[in-house]
C-alpha cells in the first residue's frame, strides 16, 4: 500500500468517523451534545486543531510549489485563508463557552498536553 492509499484509507475512517458522531449527537441531551461539541473543537488537541494543522501543512507545501512555479498561488492562499477561518472558528467558540461559563473541555477522561499551537498563533 502507497502513502497516498494510507492517507485515501485515514480520510475515509475519518468521514465515516464524523457522521457516526454527527448521529451520536444528535441524540444526546442538549448538555451533553454542549460538551461533547466542546470536546470536537476545544483548541486543545482537537479533531479541528488536528485539520487546521493539515490544512497548514498543506498550505506550506502549496507555498513551495507555487513559489517553484509549478502550483497556483491561489491554491496556497485558499488554503491558508481556510486554515485561518477554522482556527477562527475555534478561538469564537472557545470565547462564547467561556463567556457563558460553558463547558469546553469534557468533564472527565485523559486530556494530552500539547505545545503552542501549530499555526503559529501560540494558545
Known sequence: MTEFTRGIRQIETAEAALRALADRLSALPPEDALRLLGRLFHSDGSPL?????????????????????????????????????????????????DRHHLPSRPAAGPSAPRAAHRSGRGR
Open 49 to 97: 486543531s488536528e485539520l487546521t494543522h493539515v490544512l497548514c501543512t498543506g498550505t506550506e507545501i502549496a507555498r513551495k510549489q507555487a513559489q517553484q512555479g509549478a502550483w497556483p498561488d491561489e491554491l496556497a492562499l485558499a488554503l491558508a485563508y481556510a486554515a485561518n477561518a477554522l482556527d477562527e472558528g475555534a478561538l469564537d467558540l472557545d470565547e462564547a463557552l
